[in-house]
């Protein structure tokens, strides 16, 4: 009866997903049915919150896919070049982009459709008498992380925007934006529900789910991304300290399923499968026919970097050599799994608490962290005398690279998104927003106004 009951609700999902086409304009009317057969077991509530977690991994912002975050946002920023045919990615990548480009309806449709599942998921559990105490808070502290982590990924990449907290067409399909004040507090209010659910419960060793660490992860993201320092520094100190993570020492196995240094990863599709993304990034020949990493990005690195040496690799016809990235080395997906998405590591964390640290004149503890990733690429430690900050940055830069477009939020948030136009003849100010989707200002006006330049 479990196992009915699990396979009636992908059934049921499934078809209402299909019959989707915009979240804030379109009903969902076998909601009723499918409540009644997903809420009323532990078992069946929970296989409705893998299957968001398998929306995340397939589509939008966190996916491997060729439309999914990692690339579009690598190609917007300095890190990836378009070699492929698509001609919206070419757009993005040359900055001629607008308001009808598909790649950016992509992310914004994709997204939207996964907090309506997340909004579903919370009012269902919420109102559900019989899933235990134990899992409703297990289950609500992951939704509410993971609507948060969403919605300020797409309010750092669109501007104002509407922040849905339901799942009534009624109220979404002509929903306004809301302002940055009310984003950032709904934010930070998401967070501190999913952290007071997590405080109840002992810490989950499943990494493939959000738990307690990826909760302050997301805090401490958002603190950094708010120049809010301390809190920044209290959050990313929570992680470290908690001793459940080590900097992996061995960087072909980073990204390994195993990795000490993994806090978040999306598991594959199928129990033995590996990541979409490493297909994506690794040609089976020359020339690649997807994306490629810059030349001049390339270039930045130290030659004696472990990072170029590991984590990048090249294809060549014996004249031109093209540079992809390789931190993902199993191309194959139907081989035993050995690696993951991993959206979260420990690394990051190091330099968020480095820079942090810096900001709130600890230089000494800067340091330490941030040649604690300096020391794991094989490079001489940075002396108190030299540019910090600048450093710090740099090492964000070369760590973080074709990972969830954390380079094109470094540029922003440091007010150094001009430097595209030293690649980019066609960068202007107001590429600092992605334009909101004309399909979705056509359907909701009250999107209105339009981000600026578009």
Request: glycine share 4%; hydrophobic share 35%.
């Amino acid at each position: 009866m479990k196992n009915l009951n699990i396979i009636l609700y992908i059934f049921l999902l499934n078809t209402i997903l299909n019959s989707c086409e915009n979240l804030l304009e379109v009903d969902f009317p076998n909601n009723q049915l499918t409540s009644a057969v997903v809420y009323n077991s532990d078992e069946t509530a929970q296989a409705a919150l893998l299957n968001i977690y398998g929306n995340l991994r397939d589509n939008g912002l966190f996916s491997g896919q060729m439309k999914g975050g990692t690339i579009v946002l690598g190609l917007y920023a300095d890190e990836l070049n378009n070699v492929s045919t698509d001609f919206d990615l070419q757009q993005i990548n040359s900055l001629t982009h607008n308001s009808r480009n598909t790649s950016f309806s992509y992310l914004w449709s994709k997204s939207y459709e996964q907090l309506y599942m997340i909004n579903f998921f919370i009012e269902n559990i919420q109102l559900s008498q019989t899933i235990s105490i134990k899992n409703k808070e297990q289950f609500l502290g992951e939704a509410y992380t993971l609507r948060a982590l969403i919605y300020l990924n797409l309010n750092q990449l669109f501007n104002e925007i509407p922040y849905v907290k339901s799942s009534d067409y009624k109220i979404n399909k002509l929903i306004k934006k809301n302002n940055q004040s009310q984003i950032n507090d709904f934010i930070e209010s998401d967070l501190k529900l999913g952290e007071s659910y997590f405080d109840k419960l002992p810490v989950s060793k499943d990494k493939s789910r959000i738990n307690r660490y990826s909760n302050y992860m997301v805090f401490s993201k958002y603190y950094l991304l708010n120049k809010q320092w301390d809190k920044a520094l209290l959050y990313s100190n929570k992680i470290i300290n908690s001793g459940d993570f080590k900097l992996n020492l061995n960087l072909d196995s980073e990204f390994n399923v195993a990795s000490s240094s993994c806090i978040w990863s999306l598991d594959a599709s199928t129990i033995n499968g590996n990541t979409f993304i490493a297909q994506v990034f690794i040609p089976s020949s020359y020339p690649s026919t997807t994306v490629i990493l810059n030349n001049e990005f390339v270039n930045e690195f130290e030659n004696n970097d472990f990072r170029k040496l590991k984590w990048m690799n090249t294809v060549t016809n014996g004249t031109i050599i093209q540079y992809y990235p390789y931190k993902y080395k199993q191309r194959s997906t139907s081989t035993n799994r050995i690696e993951s998405l991993i959206i979260f590591r420990l690394s990051e964390v190091f330099l968020i608490r480095s820079e942090a640290y810096f900001n709130l004149n600890r230089t000494e503890e800067s340091l330490n962290d941030l040649n604690s990733i300096r020391t794991r690429a094989g490079l001489v430690s940075i002396k108190n005398d030299e540019d910090i900050y600048s450093s710090i940055l740099k090492e964000r830069k070369f760590e973080l690279f074709a990972e969830f477009g954390n380079r094109l939020l470094d540029l922003k948030r440091t007010d150094k998104l001009g430097l595209l136009q030293n690649i980019k003849s066609n960068y202007k100010k107001h590429h600092v927003f992605f334009p909101i989707p004309e399909n979705e200002i056509l359907l909701n006006p009250n999107l209105n106004p339009q981000n600026d330049g578009y």
